[in-house]
């Protein structure tokens, strides 16, 4: 089996459960029983960011980071993609796990299909803005503002050069603020024709374009996290796009078996 998860936001500051952390990590070591690999599609951490300086508050993280490491000792392949508030890893979580970090949506062959995987944010289509009223069009701009300087070369090596006491209180704080907002005020399914990473599926779909000559379609899956919403949407082409939910509140994950169908589940469900 091959096993999708997204949005655990270890470590947030504004969740008060815990066991939180060792939660996540039994459902992970529960999946290893069957697992030949685990795609972590982004925010695992509510908060990560490697200096150039030590940083002991790692240790906070060590029963995930040890559970990571003995799941990539077994053979088991644990593909991590960056989301937005685990985006400032240069090397130490990979060196420290055997994760393989992806920086970037990657399309790849699993379990014989093609899958297209990414956490999600910033994943629009190229006229997203036509689509919503001028209040939402200003949110989205604000966030895609803030997510380019997050990326920005420059801004990121500033940023580690900071002591990781005060790195680490910005950034939690920041994150803190945003999963306060987000559980006070969640943002429900939109709709076909206003959720962001359907309308990005449907435009790659256009682009691509199915094969005439032998009907094939480009991507099979699009699976991705970031939205905290559970959805599992067949397109016209046939494509499905997946949004895997998340790790904290909801408690959603996909399977995929090795005729590659894929399959959400819930641990709630499975525990009743």
């Given amino acids: 089996m091959v096993y999708f998860l997204s949005d655990a936001h270890i470590g947030s500051r504004a969740m008060e459960d815990p066991q939180h952390q060792l939660r996540f990590v039994e459902l992970l070591e529960t999946l290893a ?14 908060f990560w960011s490697e200096y150039v300086w030590p940083d002991k508050s790692k240790e906070e993280y060590k029963p995930l980071l040890a559970c990571l490491k003995g799941l990539t000792d077994k053979g088991i392949d644990v593909h991590y993609f960056i989301g937005n508030h685990d985006i400032w890893t240069y090397g ?3 060196k420290r796990t055997g994760v393989i970090v992806h920086r970037k949506a990657e399309k790849m062959i699993i379990a014989g299909k093609r899958c297209l995987l990414a956490h999600g944010d910033g994943l629009v289509p190229s006229n997203y803005l036509e689509h919503f009223p001028k209040e939402v069009q200003k949110k989205i701009r604000s966030f895609m503002r803030l997510r380019r300087l997050f990326h920005n070369p420059v801004a990121q090596f500033l940023f580690r050069l900071l002591p990781p006491a005060w790195g680490n209180k910005i950034g939690y704080e920041w994150a803190r603020k945003s999963r306060m907002k987000e559980l006070a005020n969640p943002c429900p399914y939109k709709g076909e024709n206003k959720e962001e990473l359907v309308l990005y599926a449907k435009e790659m779909d256009k682009s691509r374009e199915l094969r005439a000559e032998r009907q094939e379609r480009s991507v099979d899956y699009y699976i991705f996290g970031h939205r905290h919403i559970e959805l599992d949407l067949e397109l016209a082409s046939g494509a499905r796009v997946v949004i895997l939910g998340d790790c904290f509140r909801q408690w959603t994950y996909a399977a995929m078996d090795e005729q590659g169908k894929l399959e959400l589940l819930c641990i709630q469900e499975q525990n009743n």
Avoid: N, S, V
């Avoid at 069957?34 to 509510?46: H, M, R, S, V």
């Fill in 33 to 46: 029983q069957d697992a030949t690999a685990i795609y972590l599609l982004g925010d695992i951490f509510d």
């Fill in 92 to 94: 130490e979580l990979a």
